[in-house]
């Protein structure tokens, strides 16, 4: 589905991504763990358009998206949850999950989606017309992954998803990703949080300071000690 070929992104003069090469199969959890500033957020941003890649070239289902905006990559079928969730705090719940279908035209299916949004995350259902701004982080992470879900994604790229919640909200956020990706949609995890990443994983890559380590069976990596301490911490 999703495959980056000798991957090169610059941030003036620092050269962030190193010849990234990856790949993600339809219907796999496929996670890159690493450290802070690793490049995992980088990675997931040039994949959605935010960044342009000096070499390289990203294939989305066969075809070159390098040169594509933001927008037209969203309506390709890529959805980007980015670090920090980025809510729209002063609209409703309603009006975010609103947002995320922007794109669409297609008005019954929209409502449908709506409803399975609230299946997947009923505390939503309840806060409807609450503002945003006033959820819990649990669940403005919720929000933000709900409304990625809106534009009807074939691929959903998650940028650290347990970032600065509970423990007990980390392990629901982490099923229902199982729950999205047992629906049908194929998803891209960016985490720090490498145990539980690797846990929910079909495959995963470590990256080391814009440099792809490894890549592996994610059982395998987590009970090998020396990968472990080399690279997860």
Do not use: W
Request: charged share 25%; glycine share 10%.
């Amino acid at each position: 589905m999703l495959e980056l070929k000798n991957i090169d992104v610059f941030y003036g003069n620092i050269h962030a991504l190193k010849n990234i090469c990856l790949k993600v199969n339809q219907g796999e959890i496929v996670t890159l763990v690493g450290a802070n500033g690793a490049g995992k957020s980088t990675t997931l941003k040039t994949i959605s358009g935010l960044l342009k890649p000096k070499r390289g070239e990203i294939l989305f289902n066969g075809g070159s998206i390098n040169e594509l905006n933001a927008s037209d990559i969203v309506k390709l079928g890529i959805s980007h949850v980015p670090e920090g969730r980025r809510i729209f705090a002063n609209m409703t719940v309603m009006e975010n999950l609103e947002m995320g279908a922007f794109i669409r035209d297609d008005s019954k299916n929209i409502e449908e989606d709506y409803e399975k949004v609230f299946s997947l995350f009923p505390r939503l259902n309840e806060r409807r017309k609450q503002i945003a701004g006033t959820l819990s982080g649990g669940e403005q992470q919720m929000l933000a992954i709900g409304r990625a879900l809106m534009s009807k994604p074939k691929l959903l790229l998650l940028d650290e998803p347990s970032m600065g919640l509970a423990p007990l909200i980390v392990k629901e956020i982490f099923s229902i990703i199982k729950n999205i990706n047992a629906l049908g949609t194929t998803v891209l995890l960016v985490e720090q949080n490498a145990n539980m990443a690797l846990n929910i994983a079909n495959r995963a890559y470590i990256i080391k300071n814009g440099v792809i380590e490894l890549e592996g069976d994610p059982k395998v990596l987590l009970n090998d000690e020396s990968i472990k301490k080399a690279y997860l911490g």
